[in-house]
């Protein structure tokens, strides 16, 4: 901290010197503090000495936090001067913009929302499903390959840099093909994504759940206000009727009433096929 001194009375203040103090949880040490000389400042003059005051923080400092300082002043006369100031301190404030799984063909949705409590903010999370070699009904199933887009988002006043994802899981069906990327600098409000690539064993169990644990921090911060973790779930397969096979021999239907069943395909929901009852 680069502070000046104005002399705002009538005479020359001689021999001026400094002492800067605070009381903080947030700062760790405070140094070049004490007896910082400003030397003769004449009257309505203003010096600035060549010493600077140091001050170190915690990098858990919250965003917009006010660090509260004292200043005592002295000169030749012996006098006192107390004055305090204010500094707001700029730091990220990391959470999830949103949560993606998609496996690179049609668009679709599981309708299943995840939500996760961010620092100072609120993310709600939808699982989006693309196929990667698939069979384009746009499910995660066994045997394909899934890709989870995580969107870094930084609501604070200053940058994140080097923001890393890290996956973590225990099922033995699910082989990510890199559990770290890196997601870069998220500069302030704004944001950044990285992709990791899951593997699903064609021997997986259709409708066998999957729980990850994502997990977004940085080598250049320790404090726990700069780690964010989502926890992710989603399930192998949906076991469903879809008509897809032209006529009713995927499952073993009971029929019955006064007039037959039909798969028809002039008025469809999704796919090329859907069921339609007899005329009532």
Known sequence: IDLSLENIGTETAGNVTATLTIDDPYVVSVTNNENISYGDIASGAISTSDQVFTVNFADSVPDQHKLEFEIEISDDSKALYNDDF??????????????????????????????NIGLNEFYEYNIEVVEYGGNGNSIPEPGETIELTVIAENNGHADFYNAKAYL??????ITVLSNTILIGT???????????????????????????????QSDNYTGDAYKETINIKFTAGVDIEDFETGDFSG?????GG????????GNIYEGSYAAQSGDI
């Open 186 to 216: 998220v500069e302030k409000n704004s944001y950044n994504e990285g992709s990791f690539y899951i593997e699903i064993d064609e021997n997986c169990p259709m409708g066998e759940q999957f729980e990850l644990d994502i997990n977004l």
């Open 251 to 255: 499952y073993a239907w009971t029929f």
């Open 168 to 173: 973590e899981h225990s099922n033995q069906y």
């Open 258 to 265: 006064n007039a037959d069943w039909l798969v028809q395909t």
């Open 86 to 115: 204010k500094v707001i301190i700029n730091a990220p404030v990391l959470g999830f913009k949103s949560g993606n799984i998609s496996d690179d063909s049609d668009l679709g949705f599981i309708s299943h929302p995840l939500t």
